[in-house]
């Protein structure tokens, strides 16, 4: 049991996340999550108002959780002075991207998906209004931070410390392929090795100039 006083924003995440790991995204709520610290409902409210705001607490979670392991992807790349080098980092956290994603689905939905705050409060809860948008913003501020490192990653194979139609690229082709294997659409043989080709080719083709204006020509790693 977790007293009232002692209750914190860490203790209601470090529950819902729990829950999602025992029995499943849809079983979370305000009042499973209270039950599970058991506390009342109403004593969550000083942290988070519906579920919509709970969602928003998770969703920051994960972007805390995914920028660790795609530092440490970084971190982990070969550096050396041959032409490939340069590229690892990008490969090495575009493998971390995918593997959070599906390693932690519920998570990386909330992180992704738009925010939407529930129409009514859940049966037998009380509505409350919120009394700041802090917890709506979240989702976004957490993107941002994944954004920059995206920008960080491209930047460092085009010159460019804002290159955004890179990181655009880059992120869309992350995402993008994360749904299209998460709805089934790569059919019962998967996807064949397409995400590493596909990064790879990326990762050639937002190489740096070797000079003037001309792209640099590098060949996909193998």
Known sequence: MVYPSKLSRESVVGAALALIREQGVDALGMRAVAARLSVRPASLYKHVVDLAGLQSLLAEHAAGDLLAAMDAAIARAPRSASVES?????LFMANEYLRFAREQPALYAM???????LPVAEPSLPAIEP?????????????????????QVVGDLTGSADDADAAVALWAFLHGFIALERSGMFGATGQKGGFARGVKAMAAGLRRPASGNHLAVVEPLA
Request: charged share 20%; aromatic share 4%.
């Open 111 to 117: 992180l992704t998906r738009a925010t939407v705050r």
């Open 131 to 151: 009394s700041s948008t802090a917890a709506s913003s979240i989702p976004h501020v957490a993107r941002t931070a994944v954004w920059k490192r995206l920008l």
């Open 86 to 90: 340069p590229k690892m980092p990008m």
